[in-house]
């Protein structure tokens, strides 16, 4: 038992032991725009009837492993088929998933760098190399070094989160149908996004059987603490994840919650658009600011670069609001990204700055 105390960092697979865990701050400052949820709780009388509808089913039996009901809903707001799509416990195991079933050891993942943190830990973990290609100074894509990467030997999937994450940016559908057209391999779009953004490459899966598109139910519609994501891909792609998903990986209150607010599917969209004039009002407030570099943004959160970022992070942590800062980040010195908040979460942040700079 001695020899127990220590070592097992040794036993760790090669990719895992050089990971950090991953810490979401639960405890921070009050203001939380440092995560990109929505700042809107779902309401209170579809909690009700969520919790309702909830309590009514069998809590003894397992849910249903397919998510049919679910998917079914979905298909027809995707304009898929059921076959087409996966649920996922969030869009993160999706992204697990897939890199499990069609990436792993001696193989390598490519995405634009800087962008969402998981493409490169998920592979890691799943035994893969992780291939990150510099986006331009503007965040556009540099084509040609993706399709150098696209074209190596080892190489099975791209991802693309769009907009982007942290830069806010969408990528313009030229660039990603070039990148379509000049490679096999599987492109996923990653919409967690999308909503904010208006736009969705879900209508050319039937053009391109290698491309996946990834939605999250985290962001605009609310359910980050509940964890539902989905991906609509080619019926055979979605076999391959089928193989290595977990039986039951999205619990009975996931698939009731998810289905009850697709219901309600054009008020998100609604609610989106708020937050969409509010990133407006907060992105034009702080570009008055002739020391700080706003990012157009196209998703519920700007980025901003100013040369203060640290001190202007920690002082707003000090009057109660988060900010995620990326001090170690390739790419993105002095950079900061700030969720879009209510209004007066908003209004708060703008006073503060002018107070700071
Ligand atoms: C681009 C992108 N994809 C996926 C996710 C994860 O979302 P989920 O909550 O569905 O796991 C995030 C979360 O921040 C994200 O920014």
């Known amino acids: 038992m001695e020899s127990r105390r220590s070592g097992f960092k040794n036993y760790l697979r090669a990719g895992v032991r050089e990971l950090e865990p991953y810490e979401a701050e639960a405890n921070g400052p009050p203001i939380r725009l440092d995560a990109n949820e929505s700042p809107f709780d779902v309401p209170e009388d579809l909690k009700q009837e969520i919790l309702e509808g909830f309590r009514a089913l069998p809590w003894n039996r397992y849910p249903d492993s397919q998510c049919w009901e679910l998917r079914q809903v979905l298909a027809e707001k995707c304009g898929v088929t059921a076959e087409q799509l996966i649920a996922g416990n969030g869009s993160d195991e999706i992204i ?84 379509l057209k000049s490679t096999d391999r599987l492109v996923v779009i990653d919409e967690a996004y999308g909503l904010f953004a208006q736009q969705s490459w879900l209508s050319r899966l039937g053009k391109y ?29 979605i076999q391959g994840l089928n193989r290595v998903r977990l039986p039951y990986n999205l619990d009975a209150l996931a698939q009731h919650a ?68 990326f001090s170690a980040r390739e790419g993105l010195d002095d950079c900061l990204r700030i969720t879009i908040g209510r209004p007066e979460e908003n209004d708060q942040l703008l006073k503060l700055v002018t107070q700071l700079l």
């Open 258 to 325: 998810a289905l009850k607010v697709m219901a309600g599917f054009e008020f998100w969209k609604e609610q989106a658009g708020k937050i969409v004039s509010e990133r407006e009002r907060v992105s034009e407030q702080l570009s008055q600011y002739p020391r700080v570099r706003v990012y157009p943004s196209q998703a519920n959160f700007v980025l901003i670069r100013v040369k203060e970022a640290q001190h202007l992070k920690q002082e707003l942590a000090r009057h109660g609001i988060a900010v995620r800062g």
């Open 96 to 179: 697990r998933d897939l890199l499990t079933a069609y990436g792993g050891t001696g193989t390598q993942t490519v995405f634009p760098i800087p962008t969402f943190s998981m493409f490169r830990i998920l592979t890691l973990v799943t035994g893969g190399n992780p291939v990150g290609v510099r986006l331009k100074d503007d965040w556009s894509l540099d084509i040609p070094s993706l399709l150098r990467e696209l074209g190596a030997e080892s190489t099975r999937m791209l991802f693309l989160a769009s907009p982007n994450n942290p830069t806010g940016n969408a990528f313009p559908v030229e660039q990603v149908e070039e990148i």
């Open 209 to 237: 059987p290698h491309l996946a598109v990834l939605s999250t139910f985290s962001k605009a519609m609310s359910l980050a603490g509940v964890r539902v994501g989905y991906l609509a891909a080619h019926p055979e792609i």
